[in-house]
């Protein structure tokens, strides 16, 4: 399941501010800001997705997200390698390092981060 993009920043919010009350979340909002009733129908579409919960207090509810940051995007990110690179990581991946247009110090960041996975993968 995914999120619409407004949906994904509300999560956004949410992830950063780890439990939020709606009035929380408006004000993380640019200007102009969205009705609370659109942001209380996207809490609602998120929660019956399983992204978000609540807990009551009173009448106000103070919403958490339900899933990790790392885990959707990783979700994502692997979805679009699926749907975009036939499945292949390393199309993604050279497609990535070509089209984002990484100077020299980011590609040898990228390797040392891929060089350390493939000692972790190789034990």
């Known amino acids: 399941m995914q999120l619409t993009k ?3 920043q509300l999560m956004q919010f ?3 501010l780890e439990k939020a009350f709606m009035k929380d979340l408006l004000d993380l909002f640019p200007e102009p800001k969205p009705a609370a009733t659109t942001v209380a129908t996207l809490l609602k579409r998120m929660t019956e997705k399983g992204f978000v919960n609540y807990r009551e207090y009173g009448k106000s509810r103070e919403y958490y997200p339900t899933v990790e940051k790392s885990d959707y995007f990783s ?4 979805g679009m390698i699926k749907n975009f690179f036939n499945n292949s990581a390393a199309q993604f991946a050279s497609f990535f390092t070509k089209e984002t247009e990484m100077s020299a110090a980011e590609l040898e960041e990228l390797r040392r981060i891929i060089d350390s996975e493939i000692e972790k993968k190789m034990k």
């Open 14 to 16: 949410l992830w950063k």
């Open 6 to 8: 407004t949906e994904e």
């Open 75 to 78: 979700k994502q990110v692997n």
